[in-house]
Each structure stands twice: as structure tokens, then as C-alpha cells.
């Protein structure tokens, strides 16, 4: 594909293969962790801090235990009579404090929804009747909500061994050259914004269902959850075993979004008291606690500022984040904030000089880990959000400020030394530009002022920085049945990679999709994995794909060569099977399997390279000035995700990750109240968007591969939510510019409309 | 949710000898849209639940003269998609129109939202806004007697209501702003003109459940135009005020909302 190219009609092209998955999930028929309950599994329920902040004076499980078909109730102090060990982080920040936490609380709650007691029954309605039994003693405390009040001297401590509750501090790049650009700019742009806390809100809330074999001491937890490789050390460090005496396995699961790539406290909790108990046990979160203790993404306080010559050539960008780590250090909380927006700061622009400082700081809420994007859409918006505010203070076009500052070439280096391969944001530019119709845009704002509506244009781009956790393996079996195994260490929970990766491998090797099998997120047959986290599934897992393929083609061969008594080059791979030339004979895989036995090749991607997609697109919105009201009407883009697989599940990804990143631009954010109540804990209160809150989507694909694989892909997985926020807040912002608005965050509600135009 | 007895009676005698024999331990069940959920979440606890979904004569859509007459089992989807209401009060069927999403429309009933008289329910305020009456088994109600406060009616124990009659107006229009997240009304206005008596009520706002505006009434009766509204305002003291609205801003949509709501009764 070349860069002239634009794909704009994804279901025409011959590679958008529709999705296999659909078929059972469409009818019902997926099978979900809770559907593989078995009879005679108890009913785990956690018992949750009602407290943002409490100390627990006493535990009394008595009237609990005695409530029929009760058959256990675990508090704190039985974990450390157990010797479990604490739950840990994974990510390696520099001077990181992690403090200690049991499953269970044992002295003190930190947030509501901190788990504080286990209870295990044989029917959910008794485990309920024994948790309004169970006597706990709290005495409750002032609880800090906001993590800038959190950093003031006087503020009481989170943890006793983190001063002015901060958990690290983290810098980057040049802060000497950042002041040196900032002392010679002729224009500061400026901005103190917040990035709101949200919920991811899977569908499918976790669910864990474990059992125990004391025959081999082992544990097999079924879950629905993602990055299971990764997080089962910190598990198995809480039960004080050997990883490999836990499987963990995920069938089908209801999306994740980096919420359950993470190990909950949950996990090692049901575990130990399967173990205890010796029975199988089944625990599901429902809507309630996924809000109160699932982990939630985001929260981040930023003052920003950006420095620009005469010319509006930018010349530095200063960055001071305060970001709200919750009450514990999450498995991979730190890294949102820290590591994860760091190759993304700044955008696709070229920009001289950066610096980044960031304050990890505890206070009384859930913990925050990452989201879809991960960092990645804070930084983004950033840049983008502080353009917009520079084109309207220094007299700027908007849309020419941009151009005017994006690399001219690629490679291009960034100012904290990521190299970016490959991109043509010039050429997205004019296309999302021609695509949206933005010359089209006064005639439609004049429309809209007739009926007594503002009409705001807001263009951005985003830079997304995929790779994720480092190195990918996948494994073809030809099983006795004739099928072929693919077995690969990565994870969909939604993605697709049912279809898109037997889809590759199946064309790579020229062989029917129906031949494959698709193995995923079982440690008993997928012995190593990275997960999807950070878009990386394709760039990571493709390669190894890639690699056991062509494996995989030469052991067939071979294998068909001996049973047919010929050299390799005289069999040949068809969709039937190995065709043997000079006979014309034909063996079929379920043959090779029976005669020539079980086989597998193995295929390994260490790569440690970034890849860049990106992307610039376009929102109009309409503004009903009497109410404050938003109606996103148009959204249209031009993306970069290298090479495509299957062009409909990328637009698919897309599309999904806009949802949520418009959502979180629009509608959603969680809020606690002073004390530390959680007040946005169900639906009735967390907006997400739903249909009708959206309009069609027009995104144009343009395929510039990357040299970080083999294959020039792109992770496509978080873009959209990494690309709508400011998108659609630069649409909302402009529409509102007529009454002197610069800035308004995240969720743009009626209410803040409706007072930042009524502002006296 | 907690163990319960259930009971499914054929007439609304028997509905009414269970209800009395339970005392205060039972509870009728309707579409079970709010009652269910909330026994799910044990903040409900009846011990026996008297399900009118089999009794006779409790549904049915009928223009007598002109009223006109609503089942309380009727559905909020065949309110929503009945030619008689639509010919009727157009205002109405499109307020039906409005509620929740189809699995709501098609499980919750009116009789169950006026019951139940959430303050952010959208029926409480057509049914003050064009002066219905509620029928129970044992009397009726006007709806000005009916609303009494947020989740509380003039129902007595062992009440059952058998329809709603709707005066059938000249002109009147339900204009709702939603709850973005639970799509409730965070602001309804129900306009309704018959004769020369005008009714503005209004949902979602207030701190005690839905309630009318005199002085918007009045300036409405002098003329039946949204121009007649300039300048009046409601006072915040007393509205609600969450993370999604202040009173404020509600304050604020009523008036915008009640001149909407007469310019779509105007057709406008
Ligand atoms: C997701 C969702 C969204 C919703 N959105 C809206 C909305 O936008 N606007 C809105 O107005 N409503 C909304 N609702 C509420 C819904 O419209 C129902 O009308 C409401 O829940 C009650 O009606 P029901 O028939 O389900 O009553 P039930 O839940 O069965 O009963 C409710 C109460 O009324 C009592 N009751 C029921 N029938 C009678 C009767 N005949 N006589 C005396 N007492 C009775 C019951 O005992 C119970 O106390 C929503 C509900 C859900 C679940």
C-alpha cells in the first residue's frame, strides 16, 4: 500500500474477514467465567469498607458464621495468621513506595470498597444475610479526596511511610533547556487542566472462580481477566508458591480495557480460601463493587505550558503532573502517569526542548491503573488542548499552527529520544481536513446559528505509542483431530484475534481459516504471554506468528516427505493438505496427524520497539445555548496504523476506543463526595454513551507500514480513546469562544456549558 | 434479595384480600421495573408479592366522551404506540414515548410509576399536568391530592390503583431534559391547556417530587404563548441539586423547558 492510498470503505476490502466470535456471542452462546460454574461451588462474597477512611476496631464474624449455609467467614487477621504475603507492583519506578496490603484489610480501610471481609456460602442470599450479620467496628476518619490537598503539610497520611502521602516523583527530559526556550519564546500558551477520573466499565464484571487440588497443590483459577502472565507472580507471591502451581485460564471474557489486567486482591483471596475451605468457590463483582473497587483510569492534575516563537514555531513544552495513584499502588498504577505518556508527550509535533515532573500521591480513593490508552490520551490532549488555547491568544490559524510544526521527515527523534519510524501527519492533515468537509464548515455553522445553535469545529491529532510489555511467543499444533492449534500469548478480550489472527496465519501458511484452532489466556497450553496492553497484540504476537509459520510449513512438509518417502521440495502446501508434485497425491492434515503424530513450531518475537500510530481527526458539535447541551454531530478522521490485517476489526477497535474516549470527553466521570462517598456508583449516575450520544463514525485508513515488525503493523486497540477527548473538548471550546471560553474539563456537562457562557 | 411468598390473583378483589392479608408485609408487583431492583439490592423486603400481571380489567386504552381512560397494567409502550392516545394527547404518548429504553417500555406500566411517584419519574407530571385522576380500587384521586411528596403518595394501605383517567385537553406537550446517565428527567415540563384552565408542572427538580407553577399558570392563561413566560423565573430554594444539575442550573431548565413545552403544544 502506498501513501497516496486511503482506505475509506472497510467492509468492501477483501481482508475485512467478519468476525468468527460473533456467531456464538450473537446467540448467547459465549461461555463466560460464570458460566462454567459447577455444581457444588459456593458463592464468595467480599465485604467492603462502607468508610473512605476508618480504622477497624473489631471484627465480630460469630453471628455471621452461625447464618445457615454459612460456611466460612475470613477477615484480615486470618490472612496473617495464613502468612500470606502482600500484593506487589510490577512496574520498576525509581524510589517507589509500595506500601503493604493484604487482600483483606486488617487495621484500617483506605477507600470505600476496600475489601474487608470474605464470606463463603452455599447460596449467594445467605453469604448476603451473613454480611448484614457480620459486626464490624469501624471508627472513621477525615479521608483526603483531593491528592493537591493531599500534598499540603497538615494533611493526615494515607500511609504512615509516605511523607506528604506522595508514592514517587518522576522527571524526564531536559528541564535546563526547557527554561532556556521558555526565557527566549515570544509566546507562552498556558493551561491548568484536569484529566477526570473514569470507570472502564466492562460489560462483564470480574469474576473468578477457583478451585484447589491438594493432591498436587494446585491452583486453578478461571477468570475473566487479562494479562494473566504478567500478574501471576504477584499472585503467587501473596500465596507464597511457585508460579507454576497456579493456571490461570480466561474463556470468554466481556471486554477490559486495562482494568483487569490487573491482580486484584480478589484473585489470591479466592484462591487461599479455595485452598482452605477445599472446595471450589465462585466470586462476581457486581455493578456496584466494579465501580467502588475496580480499578479506575486516569485522574491526573496538569499545569502545562508551552512555548512558541514569533512565528508560532514551538520551542518547548513544560509539563507538571500531580496524578492521583488512589489509596494502594495498583499492579501497574504508577506506569500510567510515568512511563506510559512519556513517548507519547508532545504529540506528533516537533518540539525542541520537554520536561516532564510528575507527583505519584495517595488519598482515600480506588486505586488508578491504566486505561485504554494509558497515559498516552492525557498527553495527547495536553498538547492538543494547549494548541488551540496558543492559536486563539497569538492570533493563529488553528489548523496552519499544526502543519507548521509537524517533523518534516521520518525518522523523526522527539525531544525525550524516542525515534518515530514512519508517519505522514501532513497527508492525514489535508485528507481528514477534505474527509470532514471542513471548508463546508462556516455554510453549516451559519445553519446552525438560524436555528439558534453554536456550532464548534475542533481538529487534533493524536500520537499513540504501542508496544506494551516487551516479547511474544506463538506456538501451531497439529493436534490428533487435524486441526491446528494457534496458540498465541496475547489476549483478546473483545478485540477479535479469534478471527484476525487465524486470519493471518491461515494466509500466511495458504491454508482454510477453518483449519485453525484459537488458543488464548491458558497457562496450561500457553506457557507465556504478554497480554494485549498497549495496543500490542499484532505488532507483538505477529512476528512470532510470523516465525512459527514458517516453521510450522517446513515441518508439514517434512513430515508429508517422509510418509510419501520424497525430498521437501518435491510436496508443496494447498488448502487441502501437502500435495506431493510427481504423484499428484494429496495427504490431508488430519492423515499427517494420524500417521506422522502430534507436532508444534514455536515462534518468537523479541522486539523491543515502539511503533506509532496516528492519526488526525475531526469533531463539529452543536451547542444549544439555552441549555448548555452538546450534540456531537459529525466525527471523522484520517488514521495511520500501518499495514491492516483485517481493516474491519481495526475500524472496529477504532470505533470502540472513540466511544469510550468520547465518553470520557462528554459524559463520564466518577466523583466522591468530601468524605469519600463514591456518589457516581451506578448507572443511574456514570454516564456512558450509548448510541445515540454518538454519530457514524468516518475514519480513513491510510496503511504506512512500520519498520518496528515485519509485518508494518500498528496497534489500532486504543487510538480512539486516545484521540477523541481532545478532539471533541477543541469542537466543544471553539463553539463556545464567542463568550471568551479558553478552557472547560473533562465531562463537558450541561451544567459547566451552560455556566462558563453565563460567566459574569 | 430476600425470600418472598408470591402470588398471582385473578381480579382486583382477590389482589386487594391479599394485600390486606399480608398487612404491611406485601407488596403488589407491576412491571417490576423498580420494584425488582430494588428487592435485588435488599433495599425491599416485602414478605409476600401480590403480581397484578393476570388481573382482569386492569389494562385497556379507552376514549370516553372526553376522557380519556388508562389501565394501570398498561404498558408504557402501549401508551406509547396507542392510536387513541396519539389522536387524543398527543403529549402523552410521546412522554411514554420517552421513558427509559424498550425493555423498560415494554415491562414498566402507569400505574406502577404513579405509585411509585419517583421524583424523576416522567407520568407524575402529565398526570398534574392535565389534572387526571387517579381510580383506585376504593376511590378517586385527583391528581392534585395524589403527589404528596418524593416516593410518597396519597395510596393508603391495601390501595390499588385500577386506571388513570386524562381529561383530554386542547393543547398540551411534555419537553424533557434528560439525566444524562439514568435518562430520567433531570427537568420535565408537562404544559396542558383545556378551556380556559392552563397547568404547568414540572418533574425532576423538585426536592419533593413533582409540583405545578401557579405563576407560569397564570401568565399562560392571559395568553397560551411562550413569549407570556419572559421574565419569570422559579427560585432555586427547594429544587434538587446532585452531581449532575444545582438547583441552579435546574431553576434555570424549568423556564426553558416550560417554553419549549408550550411551543411544541402550539406546534410549534
Ligand atoms: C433502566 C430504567 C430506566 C427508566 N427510565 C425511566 C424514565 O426515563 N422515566 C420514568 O418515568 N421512569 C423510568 N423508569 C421507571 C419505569 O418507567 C417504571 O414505570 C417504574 O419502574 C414503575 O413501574 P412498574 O410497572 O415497573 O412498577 P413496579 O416496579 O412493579 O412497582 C413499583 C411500585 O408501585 C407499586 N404498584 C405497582 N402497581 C401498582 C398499582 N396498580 N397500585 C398501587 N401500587 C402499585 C408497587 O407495589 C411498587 O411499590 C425506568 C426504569 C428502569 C429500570
Redesign the pocket.
Known sequence: MTESHALTDTRADPRSRRRAEDERFLRGQGRYTADLTEDGDLIALVVRSPHAHALIRKIDTTPAQQVPKVRAVFTGDDLVRAGLGPLSCSLPLSGLIVPERLPLATDRVRFMGDPVALIVAETLAAAQDAAEALIIDYDALPALIDPRVAQNADAPLVWTNAPNNRAFTYEKGDPAAVADAFAMATHIAEIHLVNNRVAAMALEPRTVRAVYDPTRDHYTLTLSAASIHLFRPEIAKVLRVRDEQIDLIVPDAGGGFGMKNVAYPEYALLAWAAKTIGRALIWTADRLEEFSSGVHGRDNITHGRLALDAKGRFLALDVKTISNLGAYVSSLGPGAATTAPTPAMGGVYSIPAMAMHVEGVFTHTAPVDAYRGAGKPEANYLIERLIDIAARQFGFDAIALRRMNLPKRYPHVNAFGYTIDSGAPRDLLTRALVHADVKGFRKRQAQSKKRGRLRGLGVAFFLETSRGPVGEDAWLRLQHNGFIDLAVGSQSNGQGHETSMIQFVADTLGLPFSAFRYVQADTRVVPSGGGHGGARSFPMAGPAMAEAAARFRIMLLSAAGTLLQATDSECELITDGVRHHPTGRVISLSELARDAGVFEAHGRNDADLYNFPMGCHIAEVEIDPETGRVALLRYSGADDYGTLINPLLAEGQVHGGLAQGIGQAMLEDIRYDDNGQLISATLMDYAVPRGDDLPDFEIAFVENATAANPLGVKGAGQAGAIAAPQTVMNAIIDALAPFGVTHLDMPATPEKIWRAMNRT | MYAFNYQRPKTVRQAAGLLAKAGGDG???????????TMKQRL?SPAMLID?NQVDG?GGIELKGRNLHIG??TK?ADVANSHIVKTAIPGLAALAE????P???N???????I??N?P????PAACLGLGATIV?NKRKIPADEFFTGMFDTA?EDG????KVIFPVPQKAAYEKF?NPA????MVGVFVGKKGSDVRVAVTGAGANGVFRLPEFEAALKTRFNAKSLDGLSVPADGLNGDIHASPDYRAHLIGVMAKRAVNKALGK
Not at chain 2, 27 to 37: D, N, R, V
Open positions: 407488596k403488589l408487583l407491576a412491571g417490576g421495573q423498580t420494584l425488582l431492583p425491599a397484578l386492569m394501570a397494567m408504557h420517552g421513558i427509559g429504553d425493555a423498560v417500555r415491562r414498566g406500566t402507569i400505574g406502577g410509576s405509585a411509585n419517583d424523576a419519574a416522567d407520568y383506585t395510596l390501595e390499588i390503583i385500577t434528560p439514568s435518562r430520567y428527567a
